[in-house]
């Protein structure tokens, strides 16, 4: 059974930091690219970030030079480490993991995490 398991959202004033875990569970974790999507109310989901088995990364073009993506493949874990975080920021959270070798294989979502950052 595949599990992912975001943590770590929660209320902070604008200018703070959040940091964002994902512990994977069920999944061979090198095999995936994983990513961080949010969704705000009444808009669609969009790109925070990817980090992919070979520590590729890419960014979403708001949050670039603000937050940070990694991974721990010892603990089948990525982070979202936010900083300098804005209204703007405030959504849903939701960790990703796409298998590498094999397009067709539906994403892996998480159950979410809410982010609030009051101005």
């Known amino acids: 059974q595949v599990q992912l398991v975001e943590s770590g959202g929660g209320l902070v004033q604008a200018g703070g930091s959040l940091r964002l875990s994902c512990a994977a569970s069920?999944?061979?974790?090198?095999?995936?690219?994983m990513g961080w999507y949010r969704q705000a109310p009444g808009q669609q989901r969009e790109l925070v970030a990817t980090i992919g088995s070979n520590s590729r990364i890419n960014y979403g073009d708001s949050v670039k030079g603000r937050f940070t993506i990694s991974r721990d493949n010892a603990k089948n874990t990525v982070y979202l480490q936010m900083n300098s975080l804005k209204p703007e920021d405030t959504a849903v959270y939701y960790c990703n993991a796409v298998y590498i070798y094999n397009a067709q294989t539906p994403p892996k979502w998480g159950q979410g995490t809410q982010v609030t950052v009051s101005s």
């Open positions: 069920g999944i061979i974790f090198s095999r995936y690219t």
